[in-house]
Protein backbone atom coordinates (compact mmCIF):
# COMPACT_ATOMS: atom_id res chain seq x y z
CA UNK A 1 0.00 0.00 0.00
CA UNK A 2 1.28 3.39 -0.63
CA UNK A 3 1.35 6.19 1.89
CA UNK A 4 0.26 9.56 0.88
CA UNK A 5 2.09 12.16 2.39
CA UNK A 6 -0.78 13.52 4.66
CA UNK A 7 -1.36 10.21 5.92
CA UNK A 8 2.11 10.24 6.69
CA UNK A 9 1.65 13.43 8.94
CA UNK A 10 -0.74 11.79 10.76
CA UNK A 11 1.25 8.91 11.96
CA UNK A 12 3.99 11.23 12.74
CA UNK A 13 4.15 13.96 14.99
CA UNK A 14 6.57 15.84 16.56
CA UNK A 15 7.53 16.45 19.80
CA UNK A 16 8.77 19.64 21.51
CA UNK A 17 10.91 17.94 24.07
CA UNK A 18 14.30 16.97 22.45
CA UNK A 19 14.69 13.11 21.23
CA UNK A 20 11.17 11.94 21.74
CA UNK A 21 9.19 11.55 18.50
CA UNK A 22 5.51 9.75 19.22
CA UNK A 23 3.17 7.82 17.03
CA UNK A 24 0.21 8.88 16.44
CA UNK A 25 -1.61 5.88 14.28
CA UNK A 26 -4.85 6.51 14.99
CA UNK A 27 -7.72 4.48 13.71
CA UNK A 28 -5.05 4.37 10.43
CA UNK A 29 -5.06 1.70 7.86
CA UNK A 30 -1.92 -0.41 8.55
CA UNK A 31 0.99 0.32 6.23
CA UNK A 32 3.51 -2.40 5.38
CA UNK A 33 5.93 0.27 4.61
CA UNK A 34 7.65 1.90 8.06
CA UNK A 35 9.51 4.79 7.46
CA UNK A 36 13.22 4.94 8.43
CA UNK A 37 13.93 6.93 11.37
CA UNK A 38 15.82 9.28 10.06
CA UNK A 39 12.66 10.58 7.50
CA UNK A 40 10.70 10.44 10.73
CA UNK A 41 12.88 12.64 12.89
CA UNK A 42 13.12 15.04 9.47
CA UNK A 43 9.61 15.37 9.06
CA UNK A 44 8.84 16.21 12.59
CA UNK A 45 11.69 18.69 13.10
CA UNK A 46 10.16 20.00 9.05
CA UNK A 47 6.73 20.63 10.85
CA UNK A 48 8.42 22.26 14.05
CA UNK A 49 9.81 24.54 12.25
CA UNK A 50 7.29 25.39 10.03
CA UNK A 51 5.27 25.56 13.38
CA UNK A 52 7.94 28.48 14.42
CA UNK A 53 7.84 29.86 10.68
CA UNK A 54 4.42 30.51 10.93
CA UNK A 55 4.42 32.34 13.69
CA UNK A 56 7.52 34.24 13.05
CA UNK A 57 6.19 34.74 9.33
CA UNK A 58 2.61 36.24 10.90
CA UNK A 59 4.78 38.64 13.42
CA UNK A 60 6.29 40.32 10.62
CA UNK A 61 3.84 40.46 8.34
CA UNK A 62 1.96 42.24 11.21
CA UNK A 63 4.79 44.53 12.11
CA UNK A 64 5.19 45.84 8.51
CA UNK A 65 1.33 46.19 8.25
CA UNK A 66 1.46 48.33 11.17
CA UNK A 67 4.01 50.37 9.70
CA UNK A 68 1.73 50.68 6.33
CA UNK A 69 -1.21 51.67 8.78
CA UNK A 70 0.86 54.59 10.03
CA UNK A 71 2.63 55.48 7.06
CA UNK A 72 -0.52 55.51 5.36
CA UNK A 73 -1.88 58.35 7.72
CA UNK A 74 1.05 60.16 8.14
CA UNK A 75 0.89 60.96 4.45
CA UNK A 76 -2.52 62.08 4.88
CA UNK A 77 -1.91 64.55 7.44
CA UNK B 1 -28.04 50.24 14.27
CA UNK B 2 -31.47 48.82 16.25
CA UNK B 3 -31.18 47.30 19.43
CA UNK B 4 -32.80 44.19 18.06
CA UNK B 5 -30.35 43.62 15.73
CA UNK B 6 -27.49 44.28 17.94
CA UNK B 7 -29.17 41.98 20.53
CA UNK B 8 -29.72 39.23 17.81
CA UNK B 9 -26.23 39.80 16.33
CA UNK B 10 -24.81 39.41 19.63
CA UNK B 11 -26.40 36.49 20.90
CA UNK B 12 -26.08 34.75 17.89
CA UNK B 13 -22.47 35.06 17.37
CA UNK B 14 -21.85 34.62 21.17
CA UNK B 15 -23.52 31.16 21.47
CA UNK B 16 -21.57 30.77 17.96
CA UNK B 17 -18.12 30.92 19.66
CA UNK B 18 -18.83 28.72 22.52
CA UNK B 19 -19.75 26.38 19.78
CA UNK B 20 -17.19 26.50 17.53
CA UNK B 21 -14.82 26.09 20.73
CA UNK B 22 -16.50 23.23 21.89
CA UNK B 23 -16.47 21.54 18.84
CA UNK B 24 -12.85 21.89 18.57
CA UNK B 25 -11.58 20.52 21.23
CA UNK B 26 -13.72 17.77 21.82
CA UNK B 27 -12.63 17.50 18.09
CA UNK B 28 -8.81 17.31 19.63
CA UNK B 29 -9.65 15.33 22.52
CA UNK B 30 -11.57 12.76 21.16
CA UNK B 31 -8.66 11.94 18.56
CA UNK B 32 -6.62 10.87 21.66
CA UNK B 33 -9.54 9.49 23.62
CA UNK B 34 -10.89 7.35 20.71
CA UNK B 35 -7.33 6.23 19.70
CA UNK B 36 -4.37 5.31 20.99
CA UNK B 37 -4.85 7.38 23.93
CA UNK B 38 -1.38 8.31 25.09
CA UNK B 39 -0.76 12.04 26.31
CA UNK B 40 2.18 12.85 24.58
CA UNK B 41 -0.02 12.68 21.68
CA UNK B 42 -2.80 15.08 23.00
CA UNK B 43 0.29 17.56 24.28
CA UNK B 44 1.61 17.74 20.43
CA UNK B 45 -1.99 17.97 19.00
CA UNK B 46 -2.74 20.97 21.21
CA UNK B 47 0.43 23.22 20.40
CA UNK B 48 -0.41 22.30 16.28
CA UNK B 49 -3.66 23.53 16.79
CA UNK B 50 -3.05 26.26 18.89
CA UNK B 51 -0.24 27.86 16.42
CA UNK B 52 -2.56 27.60 13.65
CA UNK B 53 -5.47 28.81 15.33
CA UNK B 54 -4.03 31.69 16.91
CA UNK B 55 -0.81 32.95 14.56
CA UNK B 56 -2.91 32.66 11.53
CA UNK B 57 -5.90 35.13 12.84
CA UNK B 58 -3.65 38.85 11.99
CA UNK B 59 -4.10 37.92 7.98
CA UNK B 60 -6.98 36.23 8.24
CA UNK B 61 -8.32 39.66 10.04
CA UNK B 62 -6.52 41.87 7.77
CA UNK B 63 -8.55 39.76 4.86
CA UNK B 64 -12.19 39.98 6.25
CA UNK B 65 -11.44 44.15 6.86
CA UNK B 66 -10.39 44.33 2.90
CA UNK B 67 -13.12 42.58 1.50
CA UNK B 68 -15.72 43.74 4.70
CA UNK B 69 -17.19 39.85 5.06
CA UNK B 70 -17.24 38.83 8.74
CA UNK B 71 -20.85 37.27 8.30
CA UNK B 72 -19.86 34.68 5.38
CA UNK B 73 -15.88 34.28 7.09
CA UNK B 74 -17.69 33.17 10.31
CA UNK B 75 -20.14 30.85 7.97
CA UNK B 76 -17.01 29.35 6.57
CA UNK B 77 -15.28 29.05 9.58
CA UNK B 78 -18.25 27.05 11.30
CA UNK B 79 -18.09 24.78 8.36
CA UNK B 80 -14.66 24.23 8.10
CA UNK B 81 -14.98 23.17 11.72
CA UNK B 82 -17.73 20.90 10.82
CA UNK B 83 -15.72 19.23 8.46
CA UNK B 84 -12.89 19.05 10.85
CA UNK B 85 -14.75 16.37 12.47
CA UNK B 86 -15.51 14.01 9.79
CA UNK B 87 -11.36 13.71 9.56
CA UNK B 88 -10.33 12.53 12.63
CA UNK B 89 -9.39 9.46 10.99
CA UNK B 90 -6.42 11.46 9.49
CA UNK B 91 -5.47 13.58 13.03
CA UNK B 92 -3.09 16.22 11.26
CA UNK B 93 -5.43 16.92 8.91
CA UNK B 94 -8.34 17.08 10.98
CA UNK B 95 -6.53 19.29 13.44
CA UNK B 96 -5.52 21.59 10.60
CA UNK B 97 -8.91 22.34 9.47
CA UNK B 98 -9.92 22.84 12.86
CA UNK B 99 -7.53 25.21 13.62
CA UNK B 100 -8.01 27.33 10.41
CA UNK B 101 -11.88 27.24 10.92
CA UNK B 102 -11.28 28.42 14.57
CA UNK B 103 -9.31 31.09 13.36
CA UNK B 104 -11.51 32.42 10.37
CA UNK B 105 -14.46 32.11 12.68
CA UNK B 106 -12.87 33.95 15.48
CA UNK B 107 -11.91 36.92 13.19
CA UNK B 108 -15.85 37.25 11.49
CA UNK B 109 -17.49 36.98 15.10
CA UNK B 110 -14.88 39.43 16.31
CA UNK B 111 -15.46 42.15 13.29
CA UNK B 112 -19.04 42.19 14.00
CA UNK B 113 -18.61 41.95 18.01
CA UNK B 114 -16.37 45.32 17.32
CA UNK B 115 -18.42 47.21 15.08
CA UNK B 116 -21.59 46.45 16.86
CA UNK B 117 -21.52 49.22 19.12
CA UNK B 118 -17.72 51.53 18.31
CA UNK B 119 -15.75 52.11 20.59
CA UNK B 120 -17.35 50.07 22.93
CA UNK B 121 -16.11 46.78 25.21
CA UNK B 122 -19.28 45.89 26.41
CA UNK B 123 -20.65 43.77 22.99
CA UNK B 124 -16.62 42.54 22.85
CA UNK B 125 -16.58 41.28 25.78
CA UNK B 126 -19.59 39.02 25.70
CA UNK B 127 -18.80 37.76 22.41
CA UNK B 128 -15.57 36.30 23.65
CA UNK B 129 -16.71 35.20 27.14
CA UNK B 130 -18.22 32.32 26.23
CA UNK B 131 -15.31 30.85 24.50
CA UNK B 132 -14.15 29.38 27.72
CA UNK B 133 -17.58 27.80 28.60
CA UNK B 134 -17.61 25.95 25.06
CA UNK B 135 -13.47 25.05 25.12
CA UNK B 136 -14.51 23.53 28.72
CA UNK B 137 -17.56 21.44 27.25
CA UNK B 138 -15.86 20.27 24.59
CA UNK B 139 -13.22 19.09 26.57
CA UNK B 140 -15.25 16.93 29.18
CA UNK B 141 -17.23 15.91 26.23
CA UNK B 142 -13.73 14.69 24.40
CA UNK B 143 -12.16 13.15 26.89
CA UNK B 144 -15.13 10.98 27.97
CA UNK B 145 -14.91 8.92 24.92
CA UNK B 146 -18.40 9.77 23.75
CA UNK B 147 -17.77 12.60 20.95
CA UNK B 148 -20.39 12.08 18.18
CA UNK B 149 -19.50 14.28 15.19
CA UNK B 150 -22.99 13.96 13.95
CA UNK B 151 -24.91 16.99 16.76
CA UNK B 152 -21.93 19.07 16.45
CA UNK B 153 -22.26 19.23 13.10
CA UNK B 154 -25.68 19.77 12.76
CA UNK B 155 -25.90 22.80 15.60
CA UNK B 156 -22.32 24.36 13.58
CA UNK B 157 -24.41 24.43 10.07
CA UNK B 158 -27.34 25.30 11.59
CA UNK B 159 -25.44 28.14 13.23
CA UNK B 160 -23.52 28.77 10.19
CA UNK B 161 -27.33 29.32 8.43
CA UNK B 162 -28.89 31.59 10.76
CA UNK B 163 -25.79 34.00 10.81
CA UNK B 164 -25.87 34.11 7.32
CA UNK B 165 -29.71 34.79 7.51
CA UNK B 166 -30.16 37.65 10.44
CA UNK B 167 -30.13 40.96 9.27
CA UNK B 168 -25.89 42.34 9.30
CA UNK B 169 -24.50 44.77 10.67
CA UNK B 170 -23.21 47.96 8.73
CA UNK B 171 -19.50 47.99 9.02
CA UNK B 172 -18.55 51.77 10.53
CA UNK B 173 -16.99 53.59 7.81
CA UNK B 174 -13.02 53.95 8.70
CA UNK B 175 -12.61 56.53 10.92
CA UNK B 176 -8.87 59.18 11.00
CA UNK B 177 -7.32 58.19 14.32
CA UNK B 178 -7.15 61.64 15.93
CA UNK B 179 -3.64 62.29 17.78
CA UNK B 180 0.09 62.05 17.47
CA UNK B 181 1.15 59.52 15.58
CA UNK B 182 4.47 59.15 16.98
CA UNK B 183 3.05 57.36 19.94
CA UNK B 184 1.23 54.79 17.13
CA UNK B 185 3.24 51.76 17.49
CA UNK B 186 4.40 52.31 21.14
CA UNK B 187 0.76 51.89 22.72
CA UNK B 188 0.06 49.08 20.50
CA UNK B 189 3.29 47.27 21.49
CA UNK B 190 2.44 47.94 25.37
CA UNK B 191 -0.98 46.52 24.29
CA UNK B 192 0.43 43.35 23.06
CA UNK B 193 2.88 43.26 25.51
CA UNK B 194 0.00 43.32 28.42
CA UNK B 195 -1.83 40.43 26.42
CA UNK B 196 1.27 38.29 25.85
CA UNK B 197 2.15 38.59 29.66
CA UNK B 198 -1.17 37.68 30.90
CA UNK B 199 -1.16 34.48 28.14
CA UNK B 200 2.33 33.57 30.01
CA UNK B 201 0.48 33.87 33.46
CA UNK B 202 -2.83 32.02 32.50
CA UNK B 203 -1.03 29.47 31.42
CA UNK B 204 1.23 28.70 33.98
CA UNK B 205 -0.94 29.14 36.90
CA UNK B 206 -0.97 25.44 38.54
CA UNK B 207 -4.31 24.55 40.14
CA UNK B 208 -4.45 21.28 40.95
CA UNK B 209 -7.46 21.23 42.58
CA UNK B 210 -9.10 22.36 38.66
CA UNK B 211 -9.70 18.23 38.55
CA UNK B 212 -12.68 18.86 41.09
CA UNK B 213 -15.67 19.07 38.08
CA UNK B 214 -17.36 21.45 40.45
CA UNK B 215 -14.45 23.42 40.99
CA UNK B 216 -13.46 23.14 37.50
CA UNK B 217 -17.17 24.72 36.07
CA UNK B 218 -17.10 27.71 38.71
CA UNK B 219 -12.79 28.57 37.47
CA UNK B 220 -14.57 28.43 33.99
CA UNK B 221 -17.58 30.62 35.14
CA UNK B 222 -15.11 32.97 36.51
CA UNK B 223 -13.49 33.47 33.60
CA UNK B 224 -16.39 33.95 32.02
CA UNK B 225 -18.11 36.54 33.90
CA UNK B 226 -14.70 38.08 34.28
CA UNK B 227 -14.73 38.67 30.21
CA UNK B 228 -18.37 39.34 29.90
CA UNK B 229 -18.24 42.26 32.99
CA UNK B 230 -14.97 43.50 31.85
CA UNK B 231 -16.38 45.30 28.73
CA UNK B 232 -19.60 46.54 30.67
CA UNK B 233 -17.73 47.71 33.86
CA UNK B 234 -15.46 49.23 31.76
CA UNK B 235 -17.73 51.26 29.47
CA UNK B 236 -19.68 52.08 33.09
CA UNK B 237 -16.39 53.00 34.97
CA UNK B 238 -13.32 53.89 32.28
CA UNK B 239 -10.73 51.43 30.97
CA UNK B 240 -8.35 52.05 32.67
CA UNK B 241 -9.49 51.78 36.49
CA UNK B 242 -11.60 48.60 36.17
CA UNK B 243 -8.63 46.77 33.79
CA UNK B 244 -6.05 47.94 35.69
CA UNK B 245 -7.32 47.77 39.48
CA UNK B 246 -9.02 43.84 38.31
CA UNK B 247 -4.88 43.30 37.48
CA UNK B 248 -3.16 44.41 40.68
CA UNK B 249 -5.76 42.68 43.11
CA UNK B 250 -5.36 39.79 41.07
CA UNK B 251 -1.89 39.61 41.01
CA UNK B 252 -1.18 38.32 44.69
CA UNK B 253 -4.79 35.84 44.71
CA UNK B 254 -3.32 34.27 41.89
CA UNK B 255 0.47 34.16 42.80
CA UNK B 256 0.20 33.54 46.28
CA UNK B 257 -3.37 31.73 47.13
CA UNK B 258 -3.50 29.69 43.97
CA UNK B 259 -3.82 26.76 46.07
CA UNK B 260 -7.02 27.61 47.44
CA UNK B 261 -9.83 27.50 44.76
CA UNK B 262 -11.80 30.53 46.15
CA UNK B 263 -9.62 32.74 46.25
CA UNK B 264 -7.96 31.42 42.93
CA UNK B 265 -11.38 31.91 41.13
CA UNK B 266 -11.99 35.21 42.69
CA UNK B 267 -8.16 36.20 41.43
CA UNK B 268 -8.94 34.90 37.79
CA UNK B 269 -11.99 36.26 37.73
CA UNK B 270 -10.17 39.81 38.04
CA UNK B 271 -7.83 39.02 36.14
CA UNK B 272 -9.95 38.46 33.03
CA UNK B 273 -11.70 41.96 33.56
CA UNK B 274 -9.13 43.30 30.97
CA UNK B 275 -9.48 41.11 28.16
CA UNK B 276 -12.27 43.02 26.22
CA UNK B 277 -10.83 46.68 27.11
CA UNK B 278 -7.48 45.66 25.76
CA UNK B 279 -8.99 44.27 22.67
CA UNK B 280 -11.66 47.69 21.88
CA UNK B 281 -8.62 49.92 22.75
CA UNK B 282 -6.38 48.31 20.01
CA UNK B 283 -8.93 47.73 17.87
CA UNK B 284 -9.77 51.64 18.56
CA UNK B 285 -5.90 52.53 17.47
CA UNK B 286 -6.74 50.80 14.23
CA UNK B 287 -9.63 51.89 12.79
CA UNK B 288 -11.00 50.10 9.97
CA UNK B 289 -9.28 47.08 10.98
CA UNK B 290 -11.05 45.37 13.69
CA UNK B 291 -10.33 41.67 11.85
CA UNK B 292 -6.14 42.81 12.05
CA UNK B 293 -6.64 44.24 15.63
CA UNK B 294 -8.85 41.13 16.35
CA UNK B 295 -5.57 39.16 15.45
CA UNK B 296 -3.09 40.77 16.98
CA UNK B 297 -4.57 39.87 20.29
CA UNK B 298 -4.64 36.27 19.49
CA UNK B 299 -0.96 36.20 18.19
CA UNK B 300 0.81 37.70 21.33
CA UNK B 301 -1.59 35.19 22.85
CA UNK B 302 0.38 32.57 21.35
CA UNK B 303 3.28 33.98 21.47
CA UNK B 304 2.77 34.55 24.97
CA UNK B 305 2.22 30.84 25.19
CA UNK B 306 5.02 29.41 23.52
CA UNK B 307 7.61 29.58 26.51
CA UNK B 308 4.26 27.51 28.39
CA UNK B 309 5.03 24.46 25.87
CA UNK B 310 8.51 24.22 27.00
CA UNK B 311 10.71 23.12 29.81
CA UNK B 312 10.52 26.88 30.46
CA UNK B 313 7.05 26.00 32.15
CA UNK B 314 9.18 25.13 34.87
CA UNK B 315 10.62 28.94 35.32
CA UNK B 316 7.14 30.93 34.77
CA UNK B 317 4.75 28.59 37.45
CA UNK B 318 6.78 30.08 39.83
CA UNK B 319 4.61 32.28 42.48
CA UNK B 320 7.24 35.16 42.08
CA UNK B 321 7.20 34.57 38.06
CA UNK B 322 3.37 34.99 38.88
CA UNK B 323 3.20 37.97 40.40
CA UNK B 324 6.48 39.61 38.62
CA UNK B 325 4.75 39.19 35.61
CA UNK B 326 1.20 40.62 36.05
CA UNK B 327 2.66 43.47 37.97
CA UNK B 328 4.80 44.15 34.70
CA UNK B 329 1.21 43.43 32.74
CA UNK B 330 -0.41 46.13 34.96
CA UNK B 331 2.33 48.73 33.90
CA UNK B 332 2.11 47.94 29.87
CA UNK B 333 -1.27 48.12 30.27
CA UNK B 334 -1.55 51.43 32.60
CA UNK B 335 0.47 53.26 30.28
CA UNK B 336 -0.48 51.88 26.78
CA UNK B 337 -4.23 52.78 28.06
CA UNK B 338 -2.90 56.27 29.31
CA UNK B 339 -1.12 57.27 26.19
CA UNK B 340 -4.16 56.23 23.83
CA UNK B 341 -6.37 58.58 25.97
CA UNK B 342 -3.98 61.14 26.05
CA UNK B 343 -3.14 61.04 22.11
CA UNK B 344 -5.56 58.75 20.61
CA UNK B 345 -9.27 58.79 21.99
CA UNK B 346 -12.10 61.01 20.82
CA UNK B 347 -14.19 58.52 22.31
CA UNK B 348 -13.76 57.39 25.62
CA UNK B 349 -14.57 60.11 27.31
CA UNK B 350 -11.85 61.81 29.99
CA UNK B 351 -13.88 61.15 33.45
CA UNK B 352 -16.23 58.31 33.10
CA UNK B 353 -18.89 60.47 35.54
CA UNK B 354 -20.51 63.29 34.95
CA UNK B 355 -21.79 65.58 37.98
CA UNK B 356 -24.63 66.65 37.78
CA UNK B 357 -23.78 70.38 37.45
CA UNK B 358 -21.50 69.68 34.66
CA UNK B 359 -23.92 68.03 32.66
CA UNK B 360 -26.03 71.35 33.36
CA UNK B 361 -22.97 73.12 31.85
Known amino acids: MKTGFLQLLGVILISV ?49 LRAI ?5 TKE | MSNKVILTNISVYSLAHALVDATGAATLFAIVALGQGDPHNLFQLIIIYDVIAFSTQPVLGLLVDKFKVPAQAAALGMLLVAASTLLMQTPFLAIVVAGIGNAIFHVGGGVVSLNLAPGKATLPGIYVAPGALG ?32 PRLEIA ?119 FAFGLTTLAL ?14 TGQQIFV ?39
Open chain 2, 173 to 291: ASRELPGNLRWFETVILLLLVSVAIRSIVGLSLVLPWKSDPVLLVALTLAVVLGKALGGILGDRFGWAAVAVSGLVISAPLLAFFAPIPAIAIAGIFLFNLSMPITLVCLAEMLPGKGG
Open chain 1, 17 to 65: LPARIVSLDIALPPTDVVPPSTLLLGLSLGVLAALCGLVVVVALVAFFV
Open chain 2, 323 to 361: FASILVSVATLYVGLRLYKGHFCDRMPLRPYRTHSEEKE
Open chain 2, 302 to 315: ILGALPTFTPLRTL
Open chain 1, 70 to 74: KKNRA
Open chain 2, 135 to 166: LMIGTLIGKSGDFIAWPFILLLLGSAALILMI
